[in-house]
């Protein structure tokens, strides 16, 4: 009998497990390269999110960014075949994916000023001090606000989320491949370690 469980927590381990790896390593790698910036370069940068990402706005935006990427991995799952045939089963991961939405965001407000910060050292980083007054002056602007805080939204606009979840489907539709072929890479694994300690054995 098919476990209907089995395809929907494939896609959802992958995610689980995946994601927070990737970001660890990332910000490994990025905390043993960082550069010491610019003093002058980091008080403008610092302007430029004051100004582009107010206080009051960050969370929405970042919660917008993670509700657009729940949404299109739940699409992708169920075009690719791997969301339960079982709606209560559905049900249940919808559930602990808003859970885990909820208290995603809990973690997300105790990091937002230190991201917020990294976010400013790294405009600090990537542009000369003559790029980020440029882009201060413009940030300054009604056009330059409203182009830095709706970039983000730029996942959710239509042509976009549908190009991107075309994407997202091909990806997820990788995962069974990817969950047979690490299937057998450890039963082999497994049977190579055997067959020397039976040698060795003897």
């Known amino acids: 009998m098919k476990n209907p469980l089995r395809p929907a927590a494939l896609a959802l381990a992958a995610f689980a497990a995946l994601a927070p790896a990737t970001i660890a390593a990332q910000t490994a790698a990025a905390a043993s390269e960082a550069a010491i910036p610019d003093a002058r370069s980091v008080q403008i940068a610092r302007e430029i999110i004051a100004i582009g990402m107010p206080e009051e ?18 699409e992708a799952q169920r075009q690719s075949g791997a969301a339960s045939e079982d709606p209560q089963i559905e049900a249940i991961i919808d559930d602990n994916l808003a859970q885990f939405r909820e ?5 997300l407000r105790v990091h937002l000023p230190e ?6 050292l790294a405009y600090a980083n990537i542009f000369t001090y003559e790029d ?10 009604p056009a330059g606000q409203r182009f830095f805080q709706l970039s983000p939204a730029i996942a959710a ?9 075309l994407y997202m489907n091909d990806v997820m539709a990788m ?27 003897s």
Do not use: C, H, K, S
């Open 57 to 74: 706005d960050r969370e929405t935006v970042f919660a917008a960014t993670m509700d657009q990427m729940l949404v299109q991995m739940r």
């Open 103 to 107: 208290e995603a965001m809990g973690v």
């Open 115 to 120: 991201l917020m910060d990294g976010w400013a």
């Open 132 to 141: 980020l007054v440029a882009i201060r002056e413009f940030v300054r602007t």
């Open 157 to 165: 606009e239509p042509n976009f989320a549908a190009a991107n979840q």
């Open 175 to 201: 995962l069974p491949r990817l969950q047979e072929r690490l299937r057998e890479d450890i039963v082999e694994y497994f049977e190579t370690q055997q067959v020397e300690g039976e040698t060795e054995a």
